[in-house]
C-alpha cells in the first residue's frame, strides 16, 4: 500500500521556523518529483514549493527566501524548511508525488492534477 505521512507541524510566532518531513512507503521516492502543497483556511489548496529527481526546484513566488524543499532518497522521505513564518502561512501542508522531473522545466508542477500520491497533511499554525 501507497502511503505519504507528514510530519512535523505546530504552532510557531511569526517569524519562526518549522521543518516538515514527508516519509513515502509502498513506493520508491527516487521515481517521482515532490512537491508540497498549502491549503489556507477557507481556500483553495496551492502549490508553493517542488523538487525534481535531479534536486532542481521549483519554488513559487510567495516563498523564494523563505521556504526550501530537499529530498533524501535513501531515506524515502522529503522535506520543507519554512523560515520567517508569516500568520499567512498558516494552514494545512501536504506532500504529494509526481512523476518523474529532470531539468529547469516542469510544466504544470503547480496543478493538483500532476501529483498522484498525497499525505494526509499536517497542521501548521502561525500565531503569537
Known amino acids: 500500500q501507497q502511503q505519504f505521512v507528514e510530519s512535523g507541524g505546530g504552532l510557531v510566532q511569526p517569524g519562526g521556523s518549522l521543518r516538515l518531513s514527508c516519509k513515502a512507503s509502498g513506493f520508491p521516492l527516487d521515481d517521482h518529483a515532490i512537491a508540497w502543497f498549502h491549503q489556507a483556511p477557507g481556500k483553495e489548496r496551492e502549490a508553493i514549493i517542488c523538487?525534481?529527481?535531479?534536486?532542481?526546484?521549483y519554488p513559487a513566488d510567495h516563498v523564494v527566501g523563505r521556504f526550501t524543499i530537499a529530498r533524501d532518497d535513501a531515506e524515502n522521505t522529503a522535506y520543507l524548511q519554512m523560515n520567517s513564518l508569516k500568520a499567512e502561512d498558516t494552514g494545512i501542508y501536504y506532500c504529494a508525488a509526481g512523476p518523474w522531473v529532470a531539468g529547469p522545466i516542469f510544466p504544470g508542477w503547480e496543478r493538483s492534477s500532476a501529483y498522484r500520491y498525497w499525505g494526509q497533511g499536517t497542521q501548521v499554525t502561525v500565531s503569537s
Open positions: 523538487i525534481g529527481n535531479d534536486n532542481y526546484t
